[in-house]
């Protein structure tokens, strides 16, 4: 598989197939810090988009498919003009298809568009990317090798979660799911827990499903999580999406910031996207444009 110019993976115990299953018992920390221009900086930009939906296919309800490629071009160019060091899609990159092949049709078409904004890009999972693709198809179609993982930049440690797994442990995938049932698997949080204790660096968290809430848009034991984050002392902030509405809740001295889906609405009045601003001292920024809010967390 094709991993992305300038990264370097050092990959714990690797994603593999055994018997057509992707089984993800541990995940990598991606080493890509020469990716950040100038360390002496004092800050660090990162570009966020989330719930795309792209699919070519007509509108239902408020969810407009086909805009979201005029969409995405539009926050590319805002990208571009801050300069951001990164960029990361929160999930829900593509809309479930009714055939494998429909499915990586729409993936291949956003993602080619994706791609082209930066070298250093990140896909958090989400439900409906791997709701007829398998997670090994998804992860392909956008060169990643890992659905969970962590990597510096700069002075900050960055956590990409992979909450697609059902009760039972097995990964989301051929439509076998129920969007309300997402969890983190026992091997993944004991992964995230190591992980935390081997960085001395102040934490983001990216997540598709919401960490925050106890209804069907959460992680089903999103309590064990924020405990780990709070007992971690390092994690700053997490960023979400799924639930396609601006929210904010503070929880243990961490702010859970839920982002705009970008499919909601139909033309560039309805868009929705941000740039996120991290100080060294841990001071955080988020930009919002069109539909996203804006913040200011100090440290």
Request: glycine share 8%; aromatic share 10%; proline share 2%.
């Amino acid at each position: 598989m094709k991993t992305q110019d300038s990264h370097s993976y050092h990959p714990g115990r690797r994603a593999f197939l055994q018997r057509g299953t992707l089984l993800l018992a541990a995940a990598a920390t991606i080493d890509a810090s020469s990716l950040f221009a100038d360390e002496s900086e004092d800050r660090l930009c990162v570009g966020l988009i989330t719930d795309l939906h792209h699919a070519d296919k007509s509108p239902a309800g408020t969810r407009h498919y086909r805009e979201t490629l005029g969409k995405l071009a539009e926050a590319a160019t805002q990208f571009e003009k801050d300069k951001v060091n990164f960029v990361v899609e929160l999930g829900d990159l593509i809309d479930a298809a009714d055939t494998v092949e429909t499915e990586q049709r729409y993936l291949r078409t956003i993602y080619r568009e994706y791609s082209a904004i930066s070298k250093d890009r990140h896909c958090v999972l989400g439900n409906h990317c791997v709701d007829t693709l398998t997670k090994a198809e998804f992860l392909e179609g956008v060169e990643q090798t890992q659905s969970y993982y962590s990597f510096d930049r700069g002075d900050f440690h960055f956590v990409i979660l992979d909450a697609c797994f059902r009760s039972d442990g097995k990964p989301y995938g051929r439509k076998n799911s129920l969007w309300t049932d997402a969890n983190i698997p026992a091997a993944e949080v004991e992964w995230l827990k190591d992980d935390l204790k081997s960085t001395s660096r102040k934490t983001i968290v990216f997540a598709h499903q919401r960490l925050d809430v106890s209804n069907d848009h959460g992680i089903r034991n999103c309590p064990e999580l924020r405990t780990i984050f709070e007992d971690s002392g390092k994690v700053l902030a997490v960023f979400q999406g799924h639930s396609h509405q601006n929210d904010l809740k503070d929880i243990g001295g961490i702010h859970y910031c839920t982002l705009v889906a970008m499919v909601e609405g139909s033309g560039a009045e309805n868009n929705g996207y941000s740039v996120m601003e991290i100080s060294k001292d841990g001071s955080i920024r988020l930009t919002g444009f069109r539909m996203q809010n804006k913040y200011h967390w100090t440290a």
